[in-house]
């Protein structure tokens, strides 16, 4: 994960006593790991020890985005059923892909900020598992796909729903408002996680859950999704395919939201209302 302590971003190994740091680790064994953790995933590092390094307590500690700037970001819609007949949409026969801008993210346990009433007035949160590349590939067959998956994380993807509703056309506009995504702050090594199909996808909305299901119902599950992907283009580290959910919880300022999979992680936020307050420009 990425960390903030003492007002700079780290890299560091969630451990069962604490966060070690990267540069600690590096210290004690002389080693020379990035204090990137997309750098660490570029370079494929998956064993890093940490036996011996004086962990951080978590209280100390701020989680990050575990990188700001994903290579790309791809989304996976009506990839369930459940979902599917939420919004009364017809689930399709093959990924329902789209992009989503860096420029969308918040930090995780962060503020999502609903858009003035007049962009949008009906806007859910979905959690999801989100599928981590760890090696440049093309044309990936699905039985190859686990070798180029560094690892999995947590998603929180949102969708303006009315926006949606106008034209489908107009998906990745929906879907790109200021934090309209985040993800971690923990990316699970693949290794980690021996059965992706047992994984539960749940969406908690103020305490209660909204949905869940299993990573199994999926009409396209993550390996045939990073193979399917693969025809098209090429992946690169650092790369994040978010699965789809169960279902969204629709939102309203002053709730909460977190997508939880157990032994994977969890992410949550606060929502809020926006302003309409012009910035960047002189008037």
């Known amino acids: 994960m990425t960390f903030r302590y003492a007002g700079q971003d780290h890299a560091g190994v969630l451990t069962p006593e604490g966060l070690a740091p990267v540069l600690e680790i590096n210290s004690k064994y002389d080693l020379h790991i990035p204090n990137s953790l997309l750098e660490i995933i570029r370079a494929d590092i998956r064993e890093i020890p940490t036996a011996g390094v004086r962990p951080l307590p978590l209280s100390d500690i701020e989680p990050r985005l575990p990188y700001a700037v994903p290579p790309k970001i791809w989304c996976i819609g009506l990839n369930y059923k459940s979902h599917a007949e939420d919004i009364a949409a017809v689930q399709p ?126 009409k396209h599950r993550p390996l045939n999704l990073v193979s399917f992907h693969s025809d098209f283009f090429t992946l690169h580290p650092g790369d994040i395919i978010s699965t789809g959910c169960p279902k969204g919880a629709r939102i309203k300022p002053g709730d909460t939201v977190r997508a939880r999979i157990e032994g994977v992680g969890a992410v949550g936020a606060t929502v809020k209302q926006g302003e309409r307050v012009p910035f960047g420009f002189t008037a």
């Open 93 to 218: 026969e093959e990924p329902g892909s789209f992009m989503k801008p860096a420029s969308c993210m918040f930090q995780p346990g962060g503020d999502i900020f609903l858009p003035p009433p007049e962009v949008s007035d009906d806007v859910d949160a979905e959690g999801e598992l989100g599928v981590i590349i760890g090696r440049g590939c093309r044309f990936v067959p699905v039985e190859k796909a686990r070798e180029v998956i560094y690892g999995f994380t947590t998603t929180l993807d949102l969708t303006a729903l009315d926006v949606l509703k106008k034209n489908p056309r107009y998906l990745t506009r929906s879907k790109s408002i200021d934090t309209f995504f985040s993800f971690g702050p923990v990316i699970v090594t693949a290794d980690e996680v021996p059965d992706i199909d047992s994984l539960e996808v749940i969406t908690e909305h103020n305490g209660g859950i909204c949905s869940r299901d299993f990573v199994r119902n999926m």
